[in-house]
């Protein structure tokens, strides 16, 4: 099989089958009765997910892979200059594309022209696994540039950045799951990973409490970094999305992707 076509059968394979799981996860065991119909939120969500892989249907899936080839190709990056053992090299690949989806996470939220199009992201009212796929198409093209310059700086092995970014869609859709987690099991996961109860909190119409929880996988930054919150104020009955924005019958696609261009809140 060709090597593209390969790549991009794991993060379609990630992305198809993540939805799968958690989707049956969430009907069987969901943390949360909905709170608002489905329909409209699924129909916006579901959208900008064709959009964003029907306008770039492969420049997203291969782009970092094939930047760590480019890389490799040319003797670009630290672990193309420093040899390093191969498992060493893949789990510093992991940690550090890990490190800067944080760091990228909490610019979007510091940054007012980011802040603009992550509104988007922000602005369900519900929690779910969709959720996880509401992005503007500009910040899922922009937002991956940081992950692109970290791949090629680092000469990051080819298969160690696809790990990373099936890792990240797979594990995405669990953090924005509706999925019931028993206590102790949800403590013990996000002694490494983000969870959903973790997540969830980062979601919440309290502007303090959204400017917490910024991990894509990995818990560590949060913590070490001073933006991990153990749960939101109201517990249970958290209330979800922006709080200029509260009413899902205007939050179809049409309006989502006008969104960044009107006045928002402040992030």
């Not at 602005?123 to 992005?135: A, C, E, H, K, Q």
Request: proline content about 6%; aromatic content about 10%; overall charge neutral.
């Amino acid at each position: 099989m060709d090597a593209s076509v390969l790549v991009v059968s794991l993060y379609f394979g990630a992305l198809v089958g993540g939805f799968a799981v958690v989707g049956a996860w969430e009907t069987l065991a969901p943390a949360r009765p909905a709170r608002a119909p489905l329909r409209e939120r699924w129909t916006a969500n579901l959208g900008l997910l064709a959009l964003n892989h029907g306008i770039l249907p492969f420049l997203l899936p291969i782009s970092n892979g094939a930047a760590a080839w480019f890389a490799s190709e040319r003797g670009w990056g630290f672990m193309n200059v420093v040899a390093l053992p191969p498992a060493a090299a893949f789990a510093l690949t992991l940690v550090a594309l890990d490190a800067v989806r944080y760091g990228n996470h909490r610019l979007w939220h510091r940054v007012p022209v980011l802040w603009r199009l992550h509104r988007v992201h922000h602005s369900d009212v519900d929690y779910d696994l969709t959720v996880g796929l509401r992005f503007h198409p500009i910040e899922a093209v922009a937002g991956n540039l940081a992950v692109l310059a970290a791949v090629v700086a680092l000469g990051a092995p080819v298969w160690a950045v696809i790990a990373s970014d099936v890792a990240t869609v797979a594990l995405g859709y669990f953090a924005h799951g509706n999925v019931r987690v028993p206590g102790a099991v949800d403590r013990a996961l996000r002694a490494v990973l983000v969870t959903p109860a973790m997540h969830s909190t980062h979601h919440s119409v309290e502007r303090d409490e959204a400017m917490s929880n910024f991990g894509s996988v990995l818990s560590v930054w949060d913590r070490l970094f001073g933006s991990y919150r153990e749960r939101p104020r109201a517990g249970d009955a958290i209330e979800f999305g922006l709080a200029d924005e509260r009413d899902p019958s205007r939050l179809g696609i049409v309006r989502l992707l006008g969104l960044p261009f009107a006045v928002p809140g402040r992030p």
